[in-house]
T-cell receptor, first 109, second 117 residues
């Protein structure tokens, strides 16, 4: 089954800095999605990038997708304390969404 | 935006009892819902895909007789953990899609924290 794998898994940054997370996958995909999860809560969808897209922006978020390398990155610019959360990439294929291990991001005020 | 309501948010039960978790799509119809399980500080593991009006599709290694899924309507799917044991203690999350399209995001419930004593 498809499995995204994020790198690094834990990131601690100062407020205002940028945070970058990477995700790799192994099989062909229809799209790749990034989600955020606050502790003990459900997941919130952040951004979806289709397999024929290379880059997408949404507010302070920037996602890239390199299908030749089977990898994606999520950049959060000008981080805020409220961005503290776990971030997961998920790849979709065969009507199944498989999640990576997640990145714990801590933004220090 | 699309809202998925999951209930209960927390449940504590005794070993051997059964627990039912509900997942409702509040403002859209969901022909497909997904049930995930998450252990502390780990990723989400897909347990099964719930299809309205038909049998759920279980992932390899997930016991269908232990985790009963019913998707009787376009807005409700239930997961019943039967004869619960302490190792079933986990965070269970449902999700649904509001369009019949692979290129639309999933909407997640807030999860159910199950503790089996």
């Amino acid at each position: 089954s498809q499995q995204g794998e994020e790198d690094p898994q834990a990131l601690s940054i100062q407020e205002g800095e940028n945070a970058t997370m990477n995700c790799s996958y192994k099989t062909s995909i229809n799209n790749l999605q990034w989600y955020r999860q606050n502790s003990g809560r459900g997941l919130v969808h952040l951004i979806l990038i289709r397999s024929n897209e290379r880059e997408k922006h949404s507010g302070r978020l920037r996602v890239t997708l390199d299908t030749s390398k089977k990898s994606s990155s999520l950049l959060i610019t000008a981080s805020r304390a409220a961005d503290t959360a776990s971030y997961f990439c998920a790849t979709e294929g065969n009507n199944r969404l498989a999640f990576g291990k997640g990145n714990q991001v801590v933004v220090i005020p | 935006g699309a809202v998925v309501s999951q209930h209960p948010s927390r449940v504590i039960c005794k070993s051997g009892t059964s627990v039912k978790i509900e997942c409702r799509s509040l403002d859209f119809q969901a022909t497909t819902m997904f049930w995930y399980r998450q252990f502390p500080k780990q990723s989400l593991m897909l347990m099964a895909t719930s299809n309205e009006g038909s049998k759920a599709t279980y992932e390899q290694g997930v016991e269908k007789d232990k985790f009963l899924i019913n998707h009787a309507s376009l807005t409700l799917s239930t997961l019943t953990v039967t004869s619960a044991h302490p190792e079933d203690s986990s965070f269970y999350i449902c999700s649904a899609r509001d369009q019949v399209s692979y290129n639309s995001p999933l909407h997640f419930g807030n999860g159910t924290r199950l503790t089996v004593t």
